[in-house]
T-cell receptor
Framework: DAKTTQPPSMDCAEGRAANLPCNHS???????VYWYRQIHSQGPQYIIH???NNETNEMASLIITEDRKSSTLILPHATLRDTAVYYC?????????????FGRGTSLIVHP | DAGVIQSPRHEVTEMGQEVTLRCKLI?????LFWYRQTMMRGLELLIY????????DSGMPEDRFSAKMPNASFSTLKIQPSEPRDSAVYFC?????????????FGSGTRLTVV
């Protein structure tokens, strides 16, 4: 399994963009990058995923470097409700499914 | 859809007692995962099922833990006998096998305290 490395914590001002980095230098060609977040006392919530192209949805944008060795999750206008632990996961393939293996993630604090 | 439903939300039990945690999958999902979360070890995968069949239970700590899917929409995780070190938040998650689009949906968890 490709390992991911994330900073343990970050902070961001409300209304500003939050850029959360993830290093996955051993990622293989058919592995996807997924992002989840976990708000306190809740289960993890899927945010976005990508293979090599940049992706955007209603929650966030995902920028993957050309060599695919790192990626950045962007919350364009962070709110207080975005305070959570953010997990970057590289797909572990078993048959047609993937098994998220969670590291320690990045604890993002959005302050007023 | 009500999402993945776990019960109970909180469970406090005495050491040695049997504990049963329950999980209802999202309708149409056919893969089910049980995770455990502690401060020390973070989120750990315990076991997962595809189409009611256990695929990998290598994360199950020991024989005191067992998980079943009696039908396609429901799963139980049983601990017998329970020990204080089993205290954790237990999450289940479901997905549609092979679906890389929507990701996993997690329940709200069961906070287990064994005293």
């Amino acid at each position: 399994d490709a390992k991911t490395t994330q900073p343990p914590s970050m902070d961001c001002a409300e209304g500003r963009a939050a850029n959360l980095p993830c290093n996955h230098s051993t990622i293989s060609g058919n592995e996807y990058v997924y992002w989840y977040r976990q708000i306190h006392s809740q289960g993890p919530q899927y945010i976005i995923h990508g293979l090599k192209n940049n992706e955007t949805n209603e929650m966030a944008s995902l920028i993957i470097t050309e060599d695919r060795k790192s990626s950045t999750l962007i919350l364009p206008h962070a709110t207080l409700r975005d305070t959570a632990v953010y997990y970057c996961i590289v797909r572990v393939a078993t048959g047609g499914s993937y098994i998220p293996t969670f590291g320690r993630g990045t604890s993002l604090i959005v302050h007023p | 859809d009500a999402g993945v439903i776990q019960s109970p939300r909180h469970e406090v039990t005495e050491m040695g007692q049997e504990v049963t945690l329950r999980c209802k999958l999202i309708s149409g999902h056919n893969s089910l995962f049980w995770y455990r979360q502690t401060m020390m070890r973070g989120l750990e995968l315990l076991i997962y099922f595809n189409n009611n069949v256990p695929i990998d239970d290598s994360g199950m700590p020991e024989d005191r833990f067992s998980a079943k899917m009696p039908n396609a929409s429901f799963s139980t995780l049983k601990i017998q006998p329970s020990e204080p070190r089993d205290s954790a938040v237990y999450f289940c998650a479901s997905t549609l096998y092979g679906d890389r689009v929507s990701g996993y949906t997690f329940g709200s968890g069961t906070r287990l305290t064994v005293v």
